[in-house]
């Protein structure tokens, strides 16, 4: 029997650094050991506002409280990572509430074992090469 495939939907945050930089994952594609980055959030449940589930990821993840603002745009997304990937990207304007959190660099995930080497931190994003709502360093 063959494994269904589905859409996933994802809430991520843009939050903006003062210095221009955002708040980006740090991931690796273990097929072939290349880092990548992408905007920090997660995916949204079934019955569950987008706005909320980043609220939800944020603290799931970092400890984090966020602020969600506005939507600021809604992406499409086809991908091979670990098998193909079909996901739905709704993309909020967001900031952390506690703003000395800005003057950290990096920050570990604690969501679980699976995710202790996954970090958030800030990155230049205009420096980087996009495809979709991935980031490459090139």
């Known amino acids: 029997m063959s494994e269904k495939k589905h859409i996933r939907t994802l809430a991520l945050a843009q939050i903006k650094h003062p210095d221009g930089r955002d708040f ?5 594609d273990h097929a072939n050991n290349r880092k990548f980055y992408r905007l920090s959030g997660g995916g949204v449940e079934f019955g ?5 589930a980043l609220k939800r990821e944020f603290m ?6 966020i602020i969600v603002g506005e939507r600021l ?4 997304n086809i991908f091979n990572f670990v098998g193909l990937g079909h996901e739905i990207v709704l993309i909020f304007a967001a900031e952390f509430a506690d703003k000395s959190l800005y003057a ?9 074992e699976a995710h202790k080497n996954d970090f958030g931190m800030w990155a230049d ?9 991935i980031f490459f360093k090139e």
């Open 104 to 112: 950290k660099e990096l920050f570990q995930n604690i969501e679980d």
């Open 60 to 65: 799931e993840e970092y400890g984090i409280e």
């Open 24 to 28: 980006v994952n740090e991931l690796t």
């Open 48 to 52: 569950e506002l987008a706005a909320d």
């Open 125 to 133: 994003l205009s420096s980087m090469t996009k495809n979709g709502n």
């Open 73 to 76: 745009e809604v992406r499409e």
